[in-house]
């Protein structure tokens, strides 16, 4: 518990012995001649009662604070409607991706989030698997748009990896440029142009690149 929690439960246990102290006080009222006890001096009669509920209301309290505390670090953790790549356009180096092929590439991934490091840092061995050790983000909700932008949402994980991927993330000169599909395809000869056109695809991750990359 942060010091965030600690002054939401007193508040909220404050709200609720103001609460007893109004019920002893209306249900006490035009008793002139009764004589007061320590309890009456101090709480008042019901405060047990009171405060029962009032703990069952913090723990709801709480139940429902959860989510919003946790979306504070959304602008760092998560980070929806990234764009990944393009589908049925050159990219840099003369390779169109086909959508269909795209997304047959998806589909044969599996459901679940794609896990991706910085650079191609998470390919280990013949850069078909993975490396636990080094994933610093997961990829979920993958789309692909109507100007045919391939788009999904980055979560940073919790490892030395994705702490480092924050730090990056946060720096306004440099840091991260950008994300691309890790994957290994099979292409022809574009027979519209000079580049090549990807005919299968097998997605491995889906990485950070850092500038200078």
């Known amino acids: 518990m942060d010091w965030n929690d600690a002054i939401w439960a007193l508040t909220i246990l404050v709200v609720v012995y103001l609460n007893a102290c109004c019920v002893w006080l209306f249900s006490n009222l035009g008793n002139k001649h009764r004589k007061p006890d320590w309890q009456d001096k101090f709480f008042g009669p019901g405060v047990k009662i009171c405060l029962t509920v009032g703990l069952k209301i913090l723990a709801v309290c709480e139940w429902l604070r959860t989510p919003f505390v946790k979306s504070n670090n959304v602008e760092i953790s998560v980070m929806e409607n990234v764009v990944l790549g393009q589908v049925d356009t050159p990219n840099p180096m003369g390779i169109t991706y086909p959508k269909h092929i795209v997304m047959m590439g998806f589909m044969n991934k599996g459901p679940g ?11 280990a061995g013949d850069g078909t698997a993975v490396d636990l050790a080094k994933v610093s983000h997961t990829v979920e909700a993958i789309r692909i748009d109507d100007q045919g932008f391939i788009r ?15 730090q990056l993330m946060k720096q306004r000169d440099g840091g991260i440029r950008g994300y691309g599909i890790r994957s290994y395809v099979e292409a ?8 090549k056109v990807v005919t299968k695809m097998q997605i491995i991750t ?7 990359q």
Do not use: F, H, S
Not at 113 to 123: E, R, S, V, W
Not at 152 to 166: A, D, F, H, S, Y
Not at 206 to 212: F, L, S
């Open 152 to 166: 999904g949402t980055i979560r940073v994980l919790n490892t030395p990896q994705g702490e480092l991927l924050k």
């Open 113 to 123: 989030p794609i896990l991706g490091g910085i650079n191609d840092t998470a390919c």
């Open 188 to 195: 022809e000869p574009d027979r519209n142009g000079p580049g």
């Open 206 to 212: 889906i990485d950070a690149v850092a500038v200078g």
